[in-house]
């Protein structure tokens, strides 16, 4: 064990001088122990346990780095500081031991590589600190063995069902098949957990590399079904002529389409390949980032084609007509349930509803700077979402298309797409988002140059004068004055 990182940690240091000072006793328990053993970079997290009340172990953490102590659950005594400190933020919780000992408190807890303790004051001491591991945690982890704790442990809280198949997607761990057995049996327990709950862990599910497998896995325990009633019918309903896969197959492939293209931006896109990752990366809402909301939108941009699927013409083809508009619906609906902020219902209601305006914009011989600039005024940074989701959902519809590098020779209309969104892209960066946000000409010296009052003819003269001026047909107040006096003011929006 690399014991030398524990001891470079300000966190530990700072926890280590100050239960000295109080004489309590400290084990760090948990992920910090698993990633540690796992030899991957100690993590942001840290978790502390002891005998007694550890309130003031907390409070004396908080001071020494100026935040706040808080109550987390007070059923189990357990309190979170929040250090903001750069370059990352920590969570550190301190819990009362739950038992006579540590063997008993971490028998108590979710999954056997969580259920590890080391003693903080030998931690610190040159030498090998004691690994406490009462359930064989370190040889599940050896064999890459994702195994729970007890059925029981499962019950108290089902949220951990969730959890295990984010965990083993994330750290490329394999579910025990008892373990497997145990969620099957108590998978309709998951909706006892607070949606609050629930959409954390979920979310926290798509933000990690190979997503589409954490979905698939939780759709074969049988869980994404509990959690997302939605998907019914999706694994039978086929998709017409246009796919090659029914629609729960295509989903699933979208969403590995979309992280195909994430992980290729310096290939695909290399002069925006960094704002494209900080464009993805940002976060949202607490837990919940872009790219994981893009996708959660990938996986679910057809979910009204259930609903909307008729069968027209002589030869019975397969149409979805609106099924952008019902999924917005659908959407918006999940999204309620999942308690997202407004800005999260926003952006998947939007890219939801706009899925399809790519595959429009791709069938023009050419995209207009206008059509641009109006893609871009409609959509704003969703754009870039949408752009990205139609060349997702293109890649995803057709076998041989997910692999790297792409086909040399893809499908005209797939090729159309990648090279729209790709120009989109180029827009969006170089033009749209450089270009001043003040006019040539306000309302006012509108209203004066023609003598108009106020009212919708100034206000669609100023969109025109916009449009005509992000376009490139305008750049000086002389030349908007003369744009502005050549359209028909009786349709100043034709």
């Known amino acids: 064990m690399e014991e030398r990182l524990l001891r470079k940690s300000k966190i530990l240091q700072a926890v280590h001088r100050l239960a000295q000072k109080r004489g309590q006793e400290v084990y760090l328990v948990g992920g910090a122990i698993r990633d540690l053993l796992l030899r991957k970079r100690l993590g942001k997290d840290f978790d502390f346990v002891g005998p007694g009340d550890l309130s003031g172990l907390a409070h004396g953490l908080a001071q020494e780095f100026k935040c706040h102590a808080f109550p987390l659950d007070e059923t189990f005594g357990t309190w979170r500081v929040v250090i903001k400190r750069p370059p990352r ?27 590890m303790a080391i003693g903080l004051k030998e931690i610190f001491p040159p030498g090998t600190p004691t690994l406490i591991d009462p359930l064989g945690g370190l040889s599940d982890l050896r064999q890459r063995i994702l195994r729970a704790n007890s059925e029981e442990s499962l019950r108290q809280d089902p949220l951990r069902m969730l959890r295990a198949f984010r965990l083993a997607t994330t750290l490329g761990l394999k579910i025990d098949q008892e373990t497997g057995k145990m969620v099957q049996r108590n998978k309709k327990l998951l909706l006892h957990s607070a949606w609050e709950r629930i959409r954390s862990e979920f979310f926290t599910g798509l933000r990690e590399i190979r997503a589409y497998r954490f979905l698939r896995n939780l759709h074969e325990a049988g869980l994404l079904q509990e959690i997302f009633p939605e998907i019914e019918g999706w694994e039978e309903l086929d998709q017409g002529n246009h796919h090659d896969f029914l629609l729960l197959e295509h989903s699933f492939k979208t969403v590995e389409a979309g992280e195909l293209i994430f992980s290729h931006f310096q290939d695909l896109f290399p002069t925006y390949a960094l704002s494209l990752e900080n464009h993805f990366s940002r976060v949202i809402e607490e837990g919940v980032s872009r790219g994981a909301l893009f996708k959660f939108v990938a996986f679910f941009h057809d979910s009204g084609k259930v609903d909307s ?60 700077p206008r059509a641009e600039y109006r893609f871009f005024r409609d959509l704003g940074k969703e754009g870039i979402d949408v752009a990205f989701l139609a060349l997702a959902d293109g890649l995803a519809a057709r076998e041989n298309h997910l692999h790297w590098p792409l086909a040399q020779e893809l499908p005209a209309d797939l090729e159309r797409i990648r090279e729209v969104s790709g120009e989109l892209t180029r827009y969006y960066y170089e033009e749209f988002s450089q270009k001043p946000q003040k006019p040539l ?54």
């Open 89 to 115: 933020k920590a969570e550190v919780d301190f819990s009362t031991m739950q038992g006579r000992d540590m063997g008993e408190d971490l028998r108590q807890r979710d999954f056997t590589l969580n259920s």
């Open 309 to 368: 699927r008729s069968l027209e013409g002589e030869t019975k083809s397969i149409r979805f007509l609106d099924h952008d508009q019902l999924g917005e619906k659908i959407n918006a609906t999940i999204a309620r349930r999942m308690k997202l902020s407004r800005k999260s219902m926003r952006i998947i209601s939007t890219v939801t509803r706009q899925h399809m305006r790519i595959l429009s914009l791709s069938k023009a011989k050419k995209v207009t």
């Open 441 to 494: 000409l306000d309302g006012r010296e509108i209203m004066e140059a023609f003598g108009l009052s106020p009212g919708e003819a100034v206000g669609s003269l100023l969109a025109r004068l916009r449009e005509a001026e992000m376009a490139g047909q305008v750049r000086t107040r002389e030349e908007a004055l003369r744009y502005l006096k050549s359209i028909d003011r009786s349709n100043p929006l034709g």
